[in-house]
């Protein structure tokens, strides 16, 4: 006898299709919609972390008695390349731009390079010392710059480097920040299976380096990178004790903006205008390197 089959039981008896599953995730895969008060509050802290930027620009397109007007006016001017003919006549801008150009680039290409070899070197290598090195690298991060100025001004004095732009640049070149930073990187991101499976294949330590570590380290080294352009380019204290006024880096230049008993505010906004697009410009050119690091990070966590 052939054995009956049992009835159909739920939905499928009465006729209704199964409900899909839900999309819906508890725990950490949980969707998370904001709403509108996060959309809300992301716009309003957009717009303040902007507005200081939109008033340079507005400021530096006015001319100093319309800055001085209550209430201030918020629109930006017609005077924006009146100002900076007048920065360019105050200030050799065009040199000193120049001159950051070449410091900064030249000390962000260092500083990359060197910290992410030492930074290798100290994740992934093992010889004799490196827990005491490392421990005297991230402690030079305790000592005030400052007390290191006397010093290296009476070298490079010895050099005949005074007024010269690698007296700027190479003392730049490593820093003990971006040697930690790139080693703590180095650790969550490269595997140490990578390393032995290319010394199986008889690669060596600096091939090893260029076709395994660099490529790994890139979304890093972008953002070691933003940051030490941005520290190289916003320096001010030791341009301005090695350099002078002929041999000017941007913010050298920039405090001869102004002069006078009454300081035009429109024409110090128009060169703190110029000096601040470069620094946009890398950024532009580094962000896609940032956000996908970032999401690389949160994708393999």
Same mark, same amino acid.
């Given at each position: 006898?052939?054995?009956?089959?049992?009835?159909?039981? #739920?939905?499928?008896?009465?006729?209704?299709?199964?409900?899909?599953?839900?999309?819906?995730?508890?725990?950490?895969?949980?969707?998370?919609?904001?709403?509108?008060?996060?959309?809300?509050?992301?716009?309003?802290?957009?717009?303040?972390?902007?507005?200081?930027?939109?008033?340079?620009?507005?400021?530096?397109?006015?001319?100093? *008695?319309?800055?001085?007007?209550?209430? $201030?006016?918020?629109?930006?001017?017609?005077?924006?390349?009146?100002?900076?003919? +007048?920065?360019?006549?105050?200030?050799?801008?065009?040199?000193?731009?120049?001159?950051?150009?070449?410091?900064?680039?030249? &000390?962000?290409?260092?500083?990359?390079?060197?910290?992410?070899? *030492?930074?290798?070197?100290?994740?992934?290598?093992?010889?004799?010392?490196?827990?005491?090195?490392? +421990?005297?690298?991230?402690?030079?991060?305790?000592?005030? $710059?400052?007390?290191?100025?006397?010093?290296?001004? !009476?070298?490079?004095?010895?050099?005949?480097?005074?007024?010269?732009?690698?007296?700027?640049?190479?003392?730049?070149?490593?820093?003990?920040?971006?040697?930690?930073? !790139?080693?703590?990187?180095?650790?969550?991101?490269?595997?140490?299976?990578? &390393?032995?499976?290319?010394?199986?294949? #008889?690669?060596?330590? *600096?091939?090893?380096?260029?076709?395994?570590?660099?490529?790994?380290?890139?979304?890093?080294?972008?953002?070691?990178?933003?940051?030490?352009? !941005? *520290?190289?380019?916003?320096?001010?204290?030791?341009?301005?004790?090695?350099?002078?006024?002929?041999?000017?880096?941007?913010?050298?230049?920039?405090?001869?903006?102004?002069?006078?008993?009454?300081?035009?505010?429109?024409? &110090?906004?128009?060169?703190?205008?110029?000096?601040?697009?470069?620094?946009?410009?890398?950024?532009?050119?580094?962000?896609?390197?940032?956000?996908?690091?970032?999401?690389?990070?949160?994708?393999? #966590?």
């Amino acid at each position: 006898m052939t054995a009956l089959a049992a009835p159909p039981t #739920g939905p499928a008896a009465s006729g209704t299709p199964p409900r899909p599953p839900s999309r819906r995730r508890n725990g950490a895969g949980r969707t998370m919609h904001g709403g509108l008060p996060a959309y809300a509050f992301l716009i309003l802290a957009v717009l303040i972390s902007a507005f200081p930027f939109y008033w340079t620009i507005v400021a530096a397109s006015r001319s100093n *008695a319309d800055l001085a007007k209550v209430p $201030p006016t918020l629109l930006p001017g017609s005077n924006l390349f009146h100002n900076f003919e +007048a920065v360019m006549e105050e200030a050799d801008i065009g040199k000193a731009l120049l001159n950051s150009l070449i410091v900064s680039g030249s &000390i962000t290409v260092g500083t990359v390079l060197c910290c992410t070899l *030492a930074g290798f070197a100290f994740a992934k290598l093992r010889f004799r010392g490196r827990g005491a090195l490392l +421990a005297i690298t991230v402690g030079t991060m305790m000592i005030p $710059p400052q007390l290191g100025v006397i010093p290296l001004f !009476m070298l490079i004095a010895k050099l005949q480097w005074v007024n010269q732009l690698q007296a700027v640049i190479l003392p730049g070149l490593v820093s003990a920040f971006g040697v930690f930073f !790139m080693r703590q990187y180095l650790v969550q991101s490269l595997p140490d299976e990578l &390393i032995e499976a290319a010394r199986v294949d #008889g690669a060596s330590t *600096a091939r090893i380096f260029w076709s395994i570590v660099v490529p790994i380290a890139r979304p890093g080294m972008a953002v070691l990178g933003m940051l030490t352009f !941005m *520290a190289a380019w916003n320096d001010f204290f030791w341009p301005i004790v090695a350099l002078s006024s002929q041999e000017p880096t941007v913010q050298v230049a920039l405090r001869q903006l102004g002069g006078g008993y009454v300081h035009d505010q429109s024409v &110090i906004m128009a060169g703190t205008l110029l000096g601040t697009l470069p620094v946009l410009l890398v950024f532009g050119l580094l962000g896609r390197q940032i956000v996908g690091g970032i999401m690389q990070g949160a994708v393999k #966590g």
